[in-house]
DNA sequence: ATAATACAAATTGTATACAATTACAATACA
DNA sequence: TGTATTGTAATTGTATACAATTTGTATTAT
């Protein structure tokens, strides 16, 4: 079996880029990882170009590359644009995709909702990662993709955060989540644009909610510490 | 004085690539342009890469990089999502936008201004290519510039086009595009975002109407060839 | 004459040595 | 004690040699 190191080395990064597991604002040395991959450090380089250009990583002249931080800044900018965004994207897919894409799309639905089953929160967010890129690509329109897959990286970066730790009522949502992604393929089977942009949007509005609740969780009872005292 | 060989390579190229004096789908040649530069193919190749994640260009795996190609659907997509992003590029920047920037802008627009009077159209393009870049700047969304880089990359190559030949009808419409680029200002400047979403949509309609002026223009008269044999 | 194959040339990709720059620590000085 | 300054180590950037792949051409077989 030929594999692709250099391609095999890129996606393996993505992967630890999207699961946290190399942490926004961190540095990545280029001899460390040129030898963990087996490259030298002439393609490695490439490789950075290529996720710089995609966002994943921050290329500093003479200062390293960093991944791509996720500051206050960031979510104010995230939140501004993704609904517009998704929208866009998810009517065009709707107008354009192919059969192939929709059975790409089917597959890994069944993949996010086994994850979900199995409360395999990273693998959910990986495929629900993947999910939402394939929309991206059933739009088929390149002025647009950029935009949307920088949203998707920081999405699914949030999510790894907010999947994580699932109590009785947030499994819902995540039922709730994967039923909405069930009736986008069939509205995207269906040609109907009207019918993906709204439950676009209900699904952008349902993640939102969960990042803001995890964000600002329910405030501890402002007498907890002082009941002791006072009674 | 110092200058960074290989920031100039990538702004030489980009240059040349907007004014289209390397086309669209033509293919650019490592040992030739790394020669014309005074760099080794390795930076070269890394400008490469970079300007390949900005859009300007194509790499294919062992077969050479290619300028980005304009092809039908490469204008479909353009006409599909340009208005949308314009407009919304536009309200952040009325937001969003800082002094300094402002004077970068107004700055440009003397520019601009200038070279329409001396209808130097390559300067012209180049220009406004610049104001709207500026206006995506003031915006500060990093979700959204990469899609509005992208539509300018397009949008300049094709003004060069349609810049060139000037008659005195379309003169008319350059004043009309320079003027409202003075609007474009006042509203930024008053933090004014409803009209500059008007004002970039008319500035839009002006710029798709002399677009498809060019690609469809009038017809010759269907009796042209018949007058002889007719007669 | 056409198609297939093999070989040569050109182009692209990778490894490595070396140069330039930055980061850091030790020392000198106020 | 705190701040410059200098030298050294580490990191980043570039050039070049070499390997792999593709492209073009000539030769052979059908």
Redesign the interface.
């Known amino acids: 079996m030929i594999v692709n190191k250099k391609q095999a080395c890129q996606e393996a990064l993505v992967h630890r880029i999207l699961t946290l597991d190399i942490q926004p604002g961190s540095t990545l040395d280029e001899t460390l990882l040129s030898e963990e991959y087996g490259l030298s450090r ?1 393609p490695l ?2 490789v950075f ?2 996720l ?4 994943y990583l921050m290329l500093n002249e003479n200062r390293g590359t960093k991944v791509s931080s996720m500051d206050l800044t ?1 979510m104010r ?2 939140f ?3 609904p ?2 998704y929208a ?1 994207v998810a009517r ?1 897919a709707a107008e354009n995709a192919v059969g192939q894409q929709i059975e790409d799309l089917k597959h890994v639905q069944s993949l996010f909702r086994r994850a979900g089953e199995e409360s395999e929160t990273q693998d959910m967010a990986m495929h629900n990662h993947r999910f939402h890129r394939i929309i991206g690509e059933m739009a ?5 993709s ?2 949307l897959n ?2 998707l990286i920081d999405h699914t970066r949030m999510s790894q955060m907010f999947y994580k730790p699932i109590n009785s009522k947030e499994r819902l949502l995540v039922w709730e989540a994967c039923d909405q992604h069930d009736a986008m393929i069939e509205a995207i089977e269906k040609k109907d644009p009207g019918t993906i942009v709204n439950l676009t949007i209900k699904h952008w509005e349902l993640s939102r909610d969960k990042i803001e609740k995890f964000v600002r969780p329910d405030p501890l009872d402002v007498d907890m510490g002082l009941q002791q005292a006072g009674e």
């Open positions: 002439t380089r490439e170009q290529k710089a250009g995609d966002g960031s900018n995230f501004q644009s993704a517009m965004i866009a065009l088929g329109n390149p002025y647009l950029p935009s920088r949203l």
